[in-house]
């Protein structure tokens, strides 16, 4: 399987079908507002195409050695074929000599979804990715980080949180724990 990503603006043809999908793929209290996401410089969003057809969103932040994977979504339709393995897969061989992380909805607390957390964590630990010990609060939200090997901790998350966030990074870090 060949991708091709294409970085996101209000220009590209499938605009309309990135931002539905980023809206309904993450809660809002999980993700910033879309015009927000295409605002910052430091983050590139990015539309997965495979010949042509768009099927999912790809959106990456890389400050020094670190790359962090800020969102990551397939449409429903295309789940379950192999484009989120892809996804990750081209990550990781387009990047090799960065610390590579990302962060998922933490299984081991009591919540609705513990069933879709425990998937999503199994998909990542197929795809390469393990769990550290870092786990992270944004706005309410708890989260696990994982990495692709090397080792990340909460202060090289907070060092990437500052590169996206630039002057609004007290106001971010004031909603972390």
Known sequence: ???D???VDDKYVNYGKVKHLFEHAFPSEERPHFSMMLSLDKNKLYAVEDHSEFVGLLSTVECEDLLYVFFLA???KYRQRGYGSQILKD???NNSGKRIFLMAEDPDIECDNKNERDNRIRF???NGFSKTDVKVTEYGVKYVLLTSGEKVDKEDFLKVMKH?????YSVYRM???
């Open 124 to 126: 990542y630990s197929h």
């Open 74 to 76: 397939v449409k429903k």
């Open 91 to 93: 990550v990781v061989d």
């Open 5 to 7: 990503y294409i970085l």
């Open 175 to 177: 909603n972390v724990k």
């Open 1 to 3: 399987m060949k991708l």
């Open 164 to 168: 996206v966030t630039g002057d609004y």
